[in-house]
């Protein structure tokens, strides 16, 4: 066990790993959504865009995974093959969502507003950016690229299948410090627009902050969101944060923008020899 006389650590946060889809890029993380219903649609099995958002933020072999297991999706799946998925068709209907969905990715790749004016500000603090995402090293390939085009680029980045397991597993989060090189790991803040986001993070021992606004958790593009009168945004906000409160998030912030001020919150917490 510790010992009592262990001294705390006092800070500062010495890096912040962010997700990709609905965090940093593709406001309202619609490339996966699109993904898992045309995927399903190839299959003649009805996927709504609620039940493709459902397991968001996993590695995604078990986000098919999981989206067989709901109710409706099995009943259709049943119907139209005579017999429930098996491993075998949930392997092949992730081998045929990889070309899938890195194509989509590629059309949903804009960095989201305030992004790399926040990340400059994190930098400015000596704070270091790392990535993780359920997206496999494949897919990533033009995200990247693009990205780092429009201003965005990540000291560490990981995928769902380097690591034994995805979300919420902390495996990701955890290799993301290990190559940034920074420890203990309540220096670290996990930031995400997914529940399972949260879980990454507290299950690595960070700080979590939850995105409401720009991700899947609202799953609105930014013309639906700016169209939504102000009353109903607000109330959908607040049921997201809710929900990530629930899952246990630190912070809940609507996007990246707001990130250097929960930092500023957080180094408080650790100078009074606070953990996560």
């Not at 033009?142 to 034994?164: F, I, K, M, N």
């Not at 979300?167 to 670290?188: K, N």
Request: charge should be negative; proline fraction near 7%.
């Amino acid at each position: 066990m510790p010992s009592e006389n262990q001294p705390r650590y006092r800070g500062p946060v010495r890096a912040v790993i962010f997700d990709w889809a609905g965090t940093t890029v593709d406001y309202g993380s619609r490339a996966p959504v699109d993904a898992f219903i045309e995927l399903f649609c190839r299959h003649e099995v009805t996927v709504t865009a609620e039940q493709a958002r459902g397991p968001m933020g996993s590695h995604k072999r078990d986000h098919i995974r999981l989206i067989l297991a709901m109710e409706p999706v099995a009943q259709q799946w049943q119907q139209r093959n005579g017999r429930t998925a098996s491993t075998e068709d949930i392997d092949t209907l992730f081998r045929e969502f990889i070309p899938l969905q890195t194509e989509v990715v590629a059309c949903h790749a804009d960095v989201i507003l305030g992004v790399p004016q926040a990340v400059e500000w994190l930098r400015g603090q000596g704070i270091v950016i790392g990535a993780t995402t359920g997206y496999t090293r494949a897919m990533m390939t033009s995200l990247l690229a693009q990205a780092a085009a429009a201003g965005y680029s990540p000291e560490s980045d990981v995928c769902a299948d380097e690591v034994p397991a995805g979300r919420p597993a902390p495996w990701m989060a955890i290799t993301s410090a290990m190559q940034l090189g920074v420890y203990p790991m309540q220096a670290c803040v996990k930031v995400g627009d997914t529940l399972v986001d949260i879980a990454e993070g507290l299950n690595a021992g960070m700080w979590t902050v939850g995105i409401t606004k720009t991700g899947n958790e609202l799953g609105l593009s930014q013309a639906e969101v700016e169209a939504l009168p102000a009353p109903e945004l607000a109330s959908r906000l607040d049921a997201a944060s809710g929900r990530f409160f629930q899952a246990g998030a630190h912070f809940v912030i609507p996007e990246v923008a707001q990130v250097p001020a929960v930092i500023t919150e957080i180094n408080e917490h650790l100078a009074r020899g606070e953990k996560p």
